[in-house]
Nanobody
Framework: QVQLVESGGGLVQAGGSLRLSCVAS????????MGWLRQAPGKEREFVAT????????YYTDSVKGRFTISRDNTKNTVYLQMNSLKPEDTAIYYC????????????????WGQGTQVTVSS
């Protein structure tokens, strides 16, 4: 298992930006594909973005393409989610997680979840 700690959430107006960070414990972080997922009130957890071990392969859900960017720094055991042009519908708790097996856009494919960080976008 790997321990994950997210940070960087907050309250922002529509059109604003936030940068989320997720720091992982352990020396094997660079081996893992990582992902960001989110859960809005009353909704199921949904996939947002994923990045492979080297950072050269990324994949996004359609609703965030062109606005969000996932990246990683393996020297710092950290994965990032830069969120621009935020919308009220982006309001959710954001989680980072390690991909384990299965479809990249399925929440069930991820394990070792962090505690989450709240993002609230006001209109």
């Amino acid at each position: 298992q790997v321990q994950l700690v997210e940070s960087g959430g907050g309250l922002v107006q529509a059109g604003g930006s936030l940068r989320l960070s997720c720091v992982a414990s352990g020396r094997t972080f660079s081996r893992y594909r990582m992902g960001w997922l989110r859960q809005a009130p009353g909704k199921e957890r949904e996939f947002v973005a994923t990045i492979n071990w080297s950072g050269q392969n990324t994949y996004y859900t359609d609703s965030v393409k062109g606005r969000f960017t996932i990246s990683r720094d393996n020297t710092k055991n950290t994965v990032y989610l830069q969120m621009n042009s935020l919308k009220p519908e982006d309001t959710a708790i954001y989680y980072c997680a390690r991909w384990y097996s299965g479809a990249y856009d399925s929440a069930e494919a991820y394990d070792s979840w962090g505690q989450g960080t709240q993002v609230t976008v006001s209109s």
